[in-house]
């Protein structure tokens, strides 16, 4: 679980239900794990024997525009609360954080495939496409590297990562921009409207210009795919308008959540590459209301939140850094261990194998980190600024300025705390 973000996160205070947070990553990470079962799972088979549900095998990009979302939201909103305390964003503390949440098992993972890749003979690939692909993702520019070069030179077992690298670049500028121009929130909105505005323009120009051939490059280009991170900090930032609304968003959180689950079965009827089109743009609209509508509500009876909160969404939000991490890599070396054994068999034994990876990380290496960040942190807070024990509306005021000169005068700033 990392800092309010991306697939690892828990939801903090003034986020919304906990639970229901916890229960969309967890059916985010049920779709991204569900799209990669082709590797030890038949497609055909599928296809057959899932009915309605086969575009549930079909939607990665769908989970993962959720989790993007969904941590796009949590991060901004963790950065706003902390910069009302404390009267300033405190970048160095978020990176700080970020780094020890994403590192220790990011680098388990390296660790494991580069010293695997070694002894494995079955292994397909090259040592040098090995450490090319391992160095992209440990510098966090892995996408990059896929998008601008021939994805034949990087390991595909590994290449749902390249969400985890086009995640940081995007949140180096984000949280440079807050912290700079945190105070001017509708400027903020502002330009995120406009930058949503360009990637979506910057994909369809070059789509159009590589033809067929361009679909790769706009599916991981860090510009192309920032749309949907940027979607969750503009809702991060637009919440204190919306939260007056609450019975308007207890009357939208069940429609929402009906409609993602609609266009995610809907995706076998789709164009693979359809969630770089018009699904993908409504998906990530709609995802976007969801999680304002559950941060709004704050309603853990309602319909949504309930089937959300369900014990088996929550628990797989709660590990999923862990299985989005680990799943790929592990499904692709049960294939190739595996080839001789009937893959009925072999998919039972990959998936509790797979969930005794996730068991140990979590209790390893997961937990203690979660444990150690809630302790109070002054490795990072000494960067931040001194609290001002005065309200975030009136720290651009002399200290002197009283109740009733405040009240002639029309105050944005405290529409916005």
Known sequence: MTEAGGPTTGASEAHGPTPAFDGLRGAACLIVVCSHLWTIVPDTWLAEH??????????????????LVLGGFLVTRSLVVHQERAGSIGVLRFWGRRLLRLGPQLSLLVITVLLVSRVDRWDEWSHPTTDRTLAGIATFRFNLGLANGDPAGYRPDLGHLWYLSMEQQVYFVWVAALAWLGRFRLTLMTLL????????????STWNALGDAGWWRVSLHTFS????????????LALPYVRPFIRAARLVTAPALVTLVALVLYSADLDELAYLEGQGIAFVIVAAVLVLAIAVAADEGGIAERVLATRPLRLLGTVSFSVFLWHLPVFWAASRWGSTIDWAPRAVATVAILAGIVTITDRLVERPIGRWLHRPD????AGAATPDPRPMADRSRPAGDTEERRSRRWQPVQSQA
């Open 50 to 67: 899932t009915g309605p549900f086969y575009g549930l095998f079909k939607s990665g990009s769908l989970g993962v525009t959720l989790f």
């Open 225 to 236: 795919r920032a749309d949907a991170l940027l979607v969750g900090c503009l809702a991060g």
């Open 378 to 381: 002054p490795l990072f807070a």
């Open 193 to 204: 409207v406009g930058s949503i505005a360009a990637c979506y323009a910057w994909r369809a």
